[in-house]
């Protein structure tokens, strides 16, 4: 809190003006923010605008909008932002259906807690080309996963190369970033609100649904708008495990080929920015909802 | 509470503790950090299992139900109230698990509400109010569901000073109305004299000594509830003479001989424990209970200022005086034989 001693009858001159300021939270703290202000501007603000005029820019000529114009009227392009969405979304829900009762389960101390933990963090030190390179071993139709179902009778299964190839990979990164986020928001939940429910006549079903998850819904929310941020952006499990040229063809893959192969930075510009509004329609639509549930603390009191 | 033990791997919090609650009585559970109070508390709620022992209530057998059918209204030191719901939801609550319909819940909730007069911010939300707004809260939630028994685990532990003495008022007062049966754990020996008919002193998960408010102030039976009830001064001594409980005996530290009254029986020659609480100490001689000493550090405390006095052995005895001292000054002090007393052992 700053605190702000009021300027009286002393004459308004430059101690005034810095302390009206401060009054607004304007003060020299302030400065500790040029750094990060500094780099998102040079490295995130300035080249998106740019990357906006050079996508209204086509190299091939046709007016300002070819670029949106090509993209939306060939069915092949405009099919990827239905496979980025029919990936993504499922791969975060799916993600943070299985975070969400380990990070439930870890709220509580237990015999061998951290080492669970560790293994379900594990994975996200790993990067993606490397979990899609294994994945490719594991589940050939000769490794050992579909050996073993073989050997209880079961059929053989394609799990990669295919959209749920990918759907896997994603899911390899996105659960336990899920469950460190979860896991984090659930421990800031104070515990005595279970004892309390339960003095007051509450079962653990009661408890569960009345107490603990409308605490939960607003990080069960932010846990999804992160993991499908981060299932959007898939790109080395859309090629390597998946079905790059038809039913993995997400948005990255065109973008990737419109800059790196045909070096027509103007049209990748534009994938780019329809890449941008899809995903922030579906956060609107995600905070919309965060907004009308509730959003104080889970703690109550000092304690 | 009939031989209540917990235990927690090998550390025994709760030993063969035994309770029993009248109908209408306050009974405060006094100790400092460690006793096993809160322990005894959260077994007595169901919210921590039993190593051993029993829980009856009347004829009803409680220790193997769950909490949220033991039907006890709790009072937490966090408030623990629902950040999500209104006051008057959290006072529902209870109601609601009962399935009690909803108009008459709205009435019983402001009703409530209303015993710890918040019925005009039934409709904010906990964080809107302040600690004690929000104990209050807590208060009400508990009483809605009009429990047989309600538990207190340290409420006014994170209030400021004024806010607890004003809530102390208010529980007192609500107690007095209401006459529920209400245990209460606190280690604030303050609040336990000043609202509890009943005091049950723990030490290590065993009751030391239980007894009304005036018995435990006036007669600790140990030098630990001595030192609990404000006696300050607790020394070592040697026991010039014998004496059983009740009667004066001589005690002797290094040159210096007093008087004390014996708590409980004392042999001649044995060693002993003498306490006094600093108001008790008086700076003049009483004829033969008398001690020198020089005055080391003086605080003026408003209409009295508390001196540490140093005595010959380098051991400070704690007074309480209105007469003018100042640091450095050498002190004859006197100490009423019926406000000096001693214990067998030493506990010092």
Known sequence: ?303 | MRHVSRSFGKTEALRDLDLVLAAGEFVALLGPSGCGKSTALACLAGLQPLSGGEIWIDKRRLDTLPAERRGFGMVFQSYALFPHLTVQKNVEFGLRMRKVKAAQRHERALAALRTVQLEDHAQKHPAQLSGGQQQRVAIARALAIEPDIVLMDEPLSNLDAALRIGLRTEIKRLHQNLGLTTLYVTHDQEEALSLADRVVILRDGCVEQAGTPEAVYNRPVSPYVAKFMGYRNVLAAHAASGGDAGEVVEVRRGAQVLHATAVEPITAGSEVTIAVRPEDVLVSSIDDNGLVAVAEVVEFMGREIQVGAGLPDGQVLHLRTEKPVAAGDSIRIGVPRQRLLAYAGNAA
């Open chain 1, 1 to 303: 809190m700053t605190a702000v001693i009021p300027a009286g009858r002393s004459a308004p001159g430059a101690g005034f003006l810095r302390r009206s300021l401060a009054g607004r939270g304007v003060d020299a703290v302030l400065i500790l923010l040029i750094p990060a202000v500094a780099f998102t501007a040079l490295l995130f603000v300035y080249p998106y605008i740019y990357g906006i005029t050079i996508s209204l820019q086509p190299q091939g000529g046709g007016g300002a909008l070819a670029n949106y114009r090509n993209f939306f009227s060939d069915p092949y392009l405009r099919q990827t932002i239905w496979n980025t969405l029919r990936l993504a979304l499922p791969a975060a829900a799916v993600s943070v259906g299985f975070a969400f009762p380990l990070a439930y389960r870890v709220r509580a101390a237990f015999r061998g807690r951290a080492v669970i933990t560790a293994l379900f963090l594990l994975p996200l030190t790993f990067g993606s080309v490397l979990l899609a390179e294994g994945m490719t071993e594991i589940f050939a139709p000769t490794g050992w996963v579909n050996l073993a179902l073989g050997s209880v009778g079961l059929p053989h299964v394609q799990f990669i190369f295919n959209y749920t190839g990918t759907f896997i990979a994603l899911l390899l990164t996105t659960v336990p970033f899920s469950f460190l986020l979860l896991a984090g928001m659930f421990g800031s939940i104070d515990r005595t609100l279970e004892s309390a429910a339960a003095t007051l006549g509450a079962g653990a079903a009661a408890r569960f649904w009345r107490v603990l998850f409308p605490l939960m819904v607003p990080g069960l929310v932010t846990a999804l708008t992160l993991a499908i941020v981060e299932a959007f952006a898939v790109f080395p499990s859309a090629v390597l495990v998946g079905q790059p040229d038809s039913a993995t063809h997400v948005l990255s893959i065109p973008l990737y080929q419109a800059a790196q192969q045909q070096f027509n930075y103007s049209d990748a510009s534009a994938i780019a920015v329809i890449m941008t509004i899809v995903e922030l329609v579906v956060l609107a639509i995600l905070f919309g909802i965060r907004s009308r549930l509730y959003r104080g603390p889970a703690t109550s009191g000092k304690g």
